[in-house]
């Protein structure tokens, strides 16, 4: 039988008389023990297999016990007569209380030996005989030897430490989660942590999160088992507190951070312009500990600050990541604009500059201080190539005129400090429609809605097909070889009308803006490698209404150096930005435009190069109109212009030279 304590036989007692199951609370409360006096009886009764939990209930909340068949056999005659408070009886049998209810009887012998006849004894006194001789040596004891048993004392002495030490050492394994890490509120929750608890009685165990105890913690044996509910944003400290008896508590921590919060980077989404072909400085801050990754390289961060040096600016936007240790991340494209150079200059078509007497008028311009730039027709709105070009698509279609010698013409114009601008009218082209529709090349040119080439402008080529733009910027690329300074497109939209009276192979009916954009993403590459400025000419109401014809003025100036909006006073309608008569009234009307498209391009540094009206239309144009223009531009802080005249006769009287 098993030996019994008093307390023992005392939760024994009143698990019977509650019928053999209660909660260690109520059995507390009925004997006026501890609650863990009563689990430490439960226990030695679960281990003598007269009780047993029933079954293990996971979590902080306690577990019902209950005898077992066992129990329930022996359990009434271990407590028989014992009563339910302590006994000060000292005529008790010292037995009673140590698993001993009755009096050992003497069994009788079994039957098979009943009718044995029993051994004879022989007197008390009698002396045994020995089995074997005994030999005792004649010679005095040797002395002992103090030298093993002080070793031996030692080891004992050792033993007893290393035993007592081992009995103190308490190990706890965290799983789950890592000392330190930081992770957002969507991975943290329903993760599992779990403690295992070596050397120690887990059931004493609490675990606390920021110093307040934990609800929900499910109990498996030696192991704790934490479910992380939703936590908010912030440092937490998670902390597993075991108690023991007689060795005082251990305990084992760990730290880490909830963040959602996505990392926040100083760094302005436009740059300062800064100048052509030199190096650039990005310097900005970040989150400490984040990553930051700008145009795709991996910056050092030292104390949350980042500096980035560039051989040279990019063209295009620059990506820009941040990434902190929790995995939040930011991101947006940061614009480094190009310092635009003064500007103020007139057109020039082929045909003009190889005209002697139209050319000497230029140069006369130059002459008198009143221009710093001469803008040159490349390939004009016919299609015509004015220069002897060597691409081969022009000489095969029959565009390549060769007016002048573009190489001439710019290192001309250089020897007279002069920049030169090559426009070039990209996608008006009657030349290359026709050809390519006459060589089963359909999809090259945008159509009527039946299916028939487009004869607004006597032809129109698609902006979408990759030929297309391949002839366009093997022109850019070759001006750009020969030293041009700028390449202006213009033409760069879709025709005006409703999209769905035309047919654009490749687009439908969606908006091609898009694709627009994406060309001057590549020829700015092209050209960047050359170190030739980009510029772009839109119509003028594409500030309001660009939509229309598919020039994104805001979209484009991620990619351009400098946008020409077309703001003729003679092309607006009456009232529009309230004027009453545009043309009539061009300081009004420039003035109000140029606003529009100030207000367009904040924010993206881009520079605003107008294009000014100095030819008649309804209303006889002088020096008094052009100067007005150009007055209501500079009132607005723009004193860069390019002045259109398609007679390239220009009124010198009207144009004033800009402050340097």
């Given at each position: 039988m098993p030996l019994l304590a008093p307390q023992h036989k005392l939760v024994l007692r009143h698990l019977l008389s509650r019928g053999g199951t209660a909660l260690p609370s109520e059995l507390s409360i009925d004997i006026d023990l501890a609650t863990e006096d009563v689990l430490n009886a439960l226990d030695y009764l679960h281990r003598t297999d007269l009780a047993t939990p029933m079954p293990p209930t996971p979590g902080l909340a306690e577990g019902r016990w209950s005898l077992t068949a066992h129990g329930r056999q022996v359990g009434p005659s271990l407590v028989k007569g014992e009563s339910i408070g302590a006994s000060n009886d000292d005529s008790m049998d010292p037995a009673e209380g140590w698993g001993f209810p009755w009096r050992p009887v003497k069994k009788d012998p079994p039957v098979y030996a009943r009718n044995l006849p029993r051994p004879k004894r022989q007197g008390r006194k009698a002396l045994r005989q020995p089995r074997f001789a005994l030999h005792v040596p004649d010679r005095p004891p040797e002395r002992r030897r103090w030298g093993l048993l002080a070793l031996a004392s030692l080891m004992t002495v050792t033993g007893a430490v290393l035993l007592l030490m081992t009995i103190r050492s308490v190990d706890i394994e965290i799983a789950g989660i890592e000392?330190?890490?930081?992770?957002?509120?969507?991975?943290?929750?329903?993760?599992?942590?779990?403690?295992?608890?070596?050397g120690a009685n887990a059931r004493s165990a609490n675990l606390l999160l920021d110093d307040f105890p934990v609800s929900g913690v499910q109990r498996y044996?030696?192991?704790?088992?934490?479910?992380?509910?939703?936590?908010?944003?912030?440092?937490?400290?998670?902390?597993?507190?075991?108690q023991r008896r007689l060795y005082g508590q251990v305990s084992s921590s760990l730290a880490f951070s909830v963040d959602g919060?996505?990392?926040?980077?100083?760094?302005?989404?436009?740059?300062?312009?800064?100048?052509?072909?030199?190096?650039?400085?990005?310097?900005?801050?970040?989150?400490?500990?984040?990553?930051?990754?700008?145009?795709?390289i991996p910056i050092e961060t030292r104390d949350g600050s980042f500096?980035?040096?560039?051989?040279?600016?990019?063209?295009?936007?620059?990506?820009?990541?941040?990434?902190?240790?929790?995995?939040?991340?930011?991101?947006?494209?940061?614009?480094i604009p190009i310092a635009y150079p003064r500007t103020q200059g007139v057109h020039v078509s082929a045909a003009a500059w190889a005209h002697n007497g139209l050319k000497n008028s230029v140069l006369d311009l130059i002459e008198a201080g009143k221009v710093t730039a001469v803008e040159i027709s490349l390939k004009n709105e016919s299609g015509v190539v004015g220069y002897e070009s060597d691409v081969p698509l022009a000489r095969e279609i029959g565009a390549s005129t060769g007016l002048f010698n573009l190489r001439s013409a710019i290192e001309e114009l250089h020897a007279l400090d002069v920049r030169v601008i090559g426009r070039i009218v990209a996608f008006r082209d009657p030349i290359l429609s026709k050809?390519?529709?006459?060589?089963?090349?359909?999809?090259?040119?945008?159509?009527?809605?039946d299916g028939r080439p487009l004869s607004k402008y006597g032809g129109?080529?698609?902006?979408?097909?990759?030929?297309?733009?391949?002839?366009?910027?093997?022109?850019?690329r070759e001006a750009a070889e020969a030293g041009?300074?700028?390449?202006?497109?213009?033409?760069m939209r879709r025709p005006e009308g409703r999209l769905d009276n035309m047919f654009i192979p490749g687009v439908g009916l969606d908006d091609p803006s898009p694709i627009i954009?994406?060309?001057?993403?590549?020829?700015?590459?092209?050209?960047?490698?050359?170190?030739?400025?980009?510029?772009?000419?839109?119509?003028?109401?594409?500030?309001?209404?660009?939509?229309?014809?598919?020039q994104d003025v805001s979209g484009m100036a991620h990619y351009v150096d400098y946008v020409a909006p077309m703001i003729y006073p003679s092309h607006w309608s009456r009232g529009e930005y309230g004027v009453a008569h545009p043309e009539a009234q061009p300081y009004d009307i420039t003035r109000a435009s140029l606003a529009d498209f100030q207000r367009v391009l904040d924010g993206t540094n881009t520079a605003l190069v107008p294009w000014l009206q100095d030819f008649s239309m309804r209303v006889p144009y002088g020096p008094a109109e052009v100067k007005a223009q150009i007055d209501a531009a500079a009132s607005l802080g723009i004193y860069d212009w390019l002045i259109w005249d398609p007679t390239v006769t220009y009124t010198a009287e009207g144009i004033v030279a800009a402050p340097s």
């Open positions: 000392d330190g890490v930081a992770l957002q509120p969507s991975s943290i929750e329903g993760i599992q942590i779990s403690f295992t608890i070596n044996g030696n192991r704790i088992v934490w479910v992380v509910p939703p936590l908010t944003e912030g440092p937490h400290s998670l902390e597993l507190v075991v919060t996505p990392p926040l980077i100083g760094l302005p989404n436009v740059l300062e312009p800064v100048p052509m072909n030199e190096p650039v400085t990005i310097a900005g801050t970040s989150e400490p500990g984040a990553t930051v990754v700008v145009g795709g500096i980035l040096e560039l051989d040279a600016p990019p063209a295009g936007p620059v990506s820009v990541l941040a990434i902190d240790r929790a995995g939040n991340t930011s991101t947006f494209n940061m614009i050809y390519a529709w006459a060589q089963g090349n359909q999809d090259w040119v945008i159509q009527t809605s129109f080529t698609n902006f979408q097909n990759v030929n297309v733009q391949n002839y366009n910027l093997d022109i850019a041009i300074d700028d390449i202006l497109w213009d033409y954009v994406d060309f001057l993403s590549k020829s700015q590459t092209l050209l960047r490698e050359y170190g030739v400025f980009q510029g772009v000419s839109v119509f003028g109401i594409s500030a309001t209404r660009g939509e229309a014809i598919a």
